[in-house]
Structure formats: C-alpha cells, structure tokens
C-alpha cells in the first residue's frame, strides 16, 4: 500500500501546485491514500476555508489535518463539525469542534489518521504524549480497527517530534512532523518498522520566509514601521512529503520516499 503525506500547504501558491501537482504524482507514483496539512492555506497564509477544503478533496487528498491555525478561518468550525475527513490535533480542549483522528476505509483497507500537536511553544492544549498513550491504548495494527496508523505531529521542536517517533515506533505505520515549514532529510524506518520525517516541509513557495512575502518578512525582522501584517509569498511552489510503501499484512513501512516537486528546491520524486 502507498500512502502519500504532503506538508503544511501555504497560501494560494500551495494551493494551486497541489490542485496542478497532486493527480499526478497519486497517478504515476500509484498511491492509494493521501493526507495533507491545510492549515495554511487560506489566501491569508493563516487557516483554512471551505472552498479550499473541497478542493484538496477533489485534488485526491482523503483527509486534511491540522494544527495551530486550524480556527483561524471562520469556515473551519463548520468544516470539522460537518467533515469526518478534516482533522484538528486531538490533545485541543475538548470543547473543540469536530474529532483529531478518524477511521478511514479506502481499498479493502481501514487507515486510521491521528493529528497531534505539541505542547512547546504551540497554543496550550492537553499533554501530547498523555493523549498520544492513550491513542495506543485503543488502536493497534492489525487487531481489526486499524490496517494502517498514519500521524502528524504538528509542532515546533525536533526532540518532541523524535520523542514521539519512538513512543509509536512499532505501533504506526509513519509519524511525521509539520508546522516548522522546512523539510529535514531524516527520513528513515525505525528499529521497529514505523517510517519517520521530522518535518515533511511545507507546499508553498519556498523563496520566501517559511511561506511568507520574504521582503515584508524582512522589514518586521528589522522593525521598519512600513512592514504589513505577513502575507504569503506567491511565487511558483513545490510540493513538500513523503511517500511510504506499507506491508498489507503488518501495516508497518516498507519503503519511505521523500517527494519534493516543483519550485526552487532540488527535486526529489
């Protein structure tokens, strides 16, 4: 099974080079299911909205995770009370609207998705790793529930996110990182089969500062009084995330490729 996650996608930029990029990578690289971080991909740079949303879907995305931006579109609220495929991180207070996980059947297949967020300098939110137990607790490959286990940590530091690799090493079939909009090259399978990425980088314009208009970015850095509130960089963007090959019978990785296409990075497809 080849299951395919892209990274923050960023503003109008990212949005097109999914909509232009992401049927046919799915169609030459045979995939058979798709995740991808929205949370930035109002025009704004900050959110997400319905159109966009349904438009990740008709691009091939079968769900759409979050993080720290997820309520920062008003249309979101709405989307997660009304979509089981749009995810918010599962350890927001419990008051929030829609689910942080979901059970998934595509192909004969349950794919289980879980989005994570971590607690250092992110918005306050629930012990990650006390949520993250409790998860393993209920779902285990191959017990019935859950062919494949895919998560997203959505946070700002490594140690968190290696941490974490390692409490589901064995128990997932990947977990990889999101937020900090720089794809790391240590994407690896674990001692114990589950593949792993850091961070999966962003689907945006990466000339740019992490997404945004780099010369505006600039002028708040040096504290010029003419600087704009960020807005994102609209340059053409490259398409940001790992392609893993699962066992059908394990549920554990395989194979993992990272898939950078488009834009001013080197490619990697």
């Known amino acids: 099974m080849n299951i395919l996650i ?4 960023v503003g109008p930029a990212g949005v097109k080079a999914v909509k232009e990029k992401l049927p046919k990578i799915i169609k030459e690289k045979k995939v058979d299911f798709v995740i991808l971080n929205g949370e930035n991909a109002a025009d704004s740079g900050r959110g997400i909205t319905k159109k966009i949303f349904e438009e990740f879907l008709k691009a091939g995305a079968d769900v759409v995770t979050t993080g720290n931006h997820v309520w920062d579109h008003k249309d979101a609220e709405d989307i997660a009370s009304k979509s089981q495929k749009f995810l918010r991180p599962l350890n927001l207070p419990k008051d929030s609207p829609g689910s942080g996980e979901g059970i998934f059947e595509k192909n004969g297949k349950k794919f289980i998705v879980l989005n994570l967020m971590g607690n250092v300098f992110m918005k306050k939110c629930d012990d990650v790793f ?21 998560v997203d940590m959505h946070g700002e530091i490594t140690s968190e996110k290696m941490a974490m690799g390692y409490l589901f090493d064995g128990k997932a079939t990947m977990v990889v990182g999101t937020h ?3 794809p790391t090259s240590d994407h690896r399978i674990m001692e114990k089969g589950t593949a792993y990425q850091t961070d999966l980088g962003m689907s945006g314009d990466y000339n740019s500062v992490i997404g945004m208009n780099k010369d505006n970015s600039l002028k708040k850095f040096l504290k010029d009084s003419t600087a704009e509130n960020h807005f994102p960089a609209l340059g053409e963007a490259t398409i940001s995330g790992l392609l893993v090959t699962a066992d059908d019978k394990t549920g554990l990785a ?3 490729q990272p898939i950078i296409l488009g834009g001013s990075l080197q490619e990697r497809v």
């Open 180 to 182: 900090t909009h720089v």
């Open 254 to 256: 395989k194979k993992v």
């Open 6 to 9: 892209l990274g923050d996608v």
């Open 130 to 150: 006390v949520e993250a137990k409790k998860f393993i607790e209920r779902f285990k490959l191959g017990n019935g529930k859950a062919d494949f286990i895919i």
